[in-house]
């Protein structure tokens, strides 16, 4: 796109402001000649039209003296007198030129005597009612006559001894009055007239106009503006006005006619008086336009010389410095000029000089990065101003950059062709001090790329020595595992070397990078994830070992019982199944909690209970274990004044059980074992209590002691083989300690015995409420009777249904059965309201599991749908098992293997609430 010059831009300019100027000088000239015009007309015409008005008053009032001449004479108004003298009085008045016709009425109006054009009767005329009120000479309204012509009607009344005798009217000539009117000439255009008080044209140049009765209003819509001309004029004001705009504006000139109703207009179009005005402004804008041309023509030579051409030279410098040239070329004439444009020159050259200075020494820092010299500054000495900005900002970036590569974990160096060290970062730094190495020892690269083992340090790999010679276009990098011996012991690092970027023209042609990556601590990592990958290879063996022992024995005594007919022998092999069970259960268990204390879901039941029979619990369930090695567990409770525990009962046990499971497993025969029960401390409604485990067992070593707490290990692999177990007892009670606010210890000599001791820290008090008699009534009932209750068994394992069904079949309740969700869903639908009182229902079955099938049988449009128990009585028993029950509409949560008292309580409570259900009640947990 082509550009305009800065001359043309001035000229234009130039022009554009002269005709700004020109038109702004034209238009306050048409605007002051406007107004001028405005006020001297308005000012002129007005005492024109008064002048005028007196004159058309003048020439009424003669013709009124005229009527009050005729009217004097005696005989008009003597009744006596003949009518042939009447006549020839009025003969001889309208032989005159004003009158057309002269009439004499009698009182009521009805001619006496005139002439043949004289009208018959007044006494409907307007003038003739004006006569009567106003006792005076009336002049009525010019009007078209009975004979087409237009009148001037003049009447008086003639009195006789006071009272009214005769009216003497006449139609004066209206040409007489037109005369008048067309006799006033303002300009061409203007126009005279008399009109009335309601606007109507009296006399006018046109004289359709009187005979069409017209009025201004014809030719203007009524406006305020001529309302209020029409009442000034009624209210006998002399004024002058200006209507309109543009070309259609025109000045009004008023005055009243004294003695009449009417009104002289004088109408002068607004246009006659700014022709010659309109003439004048044309010539001076024709003149300024002229001289506007010849101003252009010259200062356009002017700007040319003095400014566009010096300017051009300027800005073609100015371009050439934009393209990285700084040699300037500017003529002499140029700069020896004195004038602002030689400094501006003078100025550029001066610039394009420090700018070639400036960027030669950013050059210079370049290639010197480039380098690999990242420590290379430039001197701020030499700059000023925003160009030491510029330099400052670029050793800033510098020093920016390298205290990114500070902030980087890993050594990095730059070497030259050489193999000098250029640069290095702070961890390079620590890590030249930790293994005793100088950053300017002459074999420092040999000494680190080569410790890797398969190199003596006094040689490079030939990969690695490809990438400082320059001849070896784009070689690979060199990657390698080293070792190095620092003053913390071994180190590991992972070795990368390789060419930063191309090869740079200079000195140093050749800048290779070197990244040494730390990788103790991963080596470390590594080795622990593969013993942890061998424990829990061992783990799983042991698991393996401890779930198939329990089964085999399950196995073999069903397969003993089903080949023999003993009963003696059936029982026996019955109770072997049930321990082996109970023990298969329990290593189950033990995995469960350790999966929960994996996944962080273990969480505590808090209840209150009381320390004393939980005590006593936990030693009735040792008892038979005790007895069958003949081992003695001695209690022994001190300082304890808070009974009343609020905490996890179940877990509690669990931790004591584990543990006096363990001394009495590795105690021998006829040993004792204590267990030792304290209250440490009681603040603030919290106890502390300390629970101690002796036992005179084969003991633990320091060696042992470390692994014993660790997942899937245990002190001694030979221990599960001797004596059993799964390895994860003491890794979950250690958890459940914590979680309790407490901690655990361990004090054991190899032969001698262990002293197992832990902590809990929960609220207490003295001792818990005691239970009312009807709430140990309940408990203590033992007599589970259902009879007359229907109860729906649902579970996709035939087993398992006829397990329970045989359960169940003691408390006289109806039982049907259900193999999925969905043929649960479709029994309860098609069974009448109340058919049901309880479903038993599991969680994980085909077609359709019991979550679904609850929502489903909850949302069913019928009375008891809402309230029907539903107990989840399933394997699946973590906590997200029992929360996704709930909240799918279930009321309770059993675990599988199902406990047969805890199963009829729950039924029995279940039936009980629904019993005692109040309407709107869902029963819903």
Known sequence: MKRSSIRTKITVTTILAVAVLAFA???????????????????????????????????????????????????????????????????????GIEFVWLGLYNADGLLETGNWRSPPGIQNKTFYTGMRETRNLVIEDVHVGSSGEIEIVIGTPLFRG??????????????????????????????????????????????????????????????????????MASRGQIDSRSLGIGGEQKIYAFAPIRGTGWSLVIETPWSDFMTAIHQGV????????????????????????????????????ARRINRGLFNDMFPRNLLSRNDEIGQLAGAFVSMSHFIGGSVGEIEKIIHAIGAGRLDQRAQLAAFEGDFS????????????????????????????????????????????IIHGLEAKEPKLLEQIAGSGGRLSEDTLDPKAAAIFDPAVHEPLPFTADIAMLGVNGGDNFLLNLQRAGSAVPGRYSVCA??????????????????????????????????????????????????STEETQKIRNCIEQIEGSSNHLLGIINDILDFSKIESSKLTLDISEFSLSASLDFVLSMMLSMSREKNITIRLNVEEIQNDGLSSDALRLNQVLINILSNAVKFSPEGSEVFLNVRELEHKQGFSTYRFEIVDHGIGISERQIEK??????????????????????????????????????????????????????????????????????????GNYDFSGKRCLVVDDIEINREIILELLSVTDIALETAENGRDALEKFKASGIGYFDIILMDMQMPVMDGCTATRKIRSLDREDAAGIPIIAMTANVMQEDIRKAIESGMNSHLGKPVEMELLLKTIQARLSKQASREPGDTGVL
């Open 25 to 95: 000088m034209v238009l306050i000239m048409i605007s002051s000649m406007n107004y001028l015009s405005d006020v001297i007309l308005l000012e002129i015409m007005r005492p024109l039209a008064k002048t005028t008005a007196m004159s058309v008053q003048g020439h009424l009032q003669m013709l009124a003296d005229r009527i009050f001449l005729i009217a004097d004479n005696a005989v008009l108004a003597d009744p006596e007198a003949p009518l042939e003298e009447k006549q020839q009085v009025l003969d001889l008045v309208e032989s």
């Open 389 to 432: 900005k510029i330099v400052s900002g670029v050793n800033d970036s510098l020093d920016v950059i390298c205290s990114y590569l500070d902030a980087i974990p890993m050594a990095l160096a730059l070497f030259n062709e050489k193999r000098e060290m250029l640069y290095r970062n702070r961890a390079m730094d620590e890590f030249l």
């Open 282 to 317: 044309f010539v001076s804008i024709l003149i300024t336009l002229v001289l506007l041309v010849c101003f252009t023509f010259i200062s356009n030579l002017f700007i040319d010389r003095v400014l566009t051409k010096p300017l051009w030279i300027i800005t073609e410098n």
């Open 162 to 231: 006071g009272e009214i005798s005769h009216y003497l009217v006449g139609s004066y000539r209206y040409n007489v009055l037109n005369d008048m009117v067309s006799n006033i000439n303002i300009s061409s255009g203007s126009t005279a007239y008399i009109i009335n008080e309601q606007g109507k044209f009296m006399a006018h140049q046109n004289m359709d106009k009187i005979r069409f009765e017209e009025s201004v209003f014809s030719q203007f819509p009524h406006r305020p503006e001529l309302e209020d001309i029409l009442l």
């Open 513 to 562: 990078i070197l990244l040494l990556s730390d990788v103790t601590q991963l080596t470390q990592a590594k080795l622990n994830a593969e013993a942890a990958s061998r424990a829990k290879s061992d783990f799983l063996s042991r698991m393996s070992h401890e779930i198939r022992t329990p089964m085999n024995a399950i196995i073999g005594m069903t397969q003993i019982a089903k």
């Open 708 to 781: 014993l707490f660790r997942p899937f290990e245990q002190a001694d692999g030979g221990i599960t083989r001797n004596y059993g177990g799964t390895g994860l007892g003491l890794v979950i009670s250690k958890s459940l300690v914590e979680m309790m606010g407490g901690d655990i210890t361990i004090k054991s000599k190899e032969g001698e015995g262990s002293i197992f001791a832990f902590t809990i820290r929960c609220a207490a008090k003295p001792e818990l409420e005691k239970k009312t008699d009807e709430e140990v009534n309940e408990a203590i009932a």
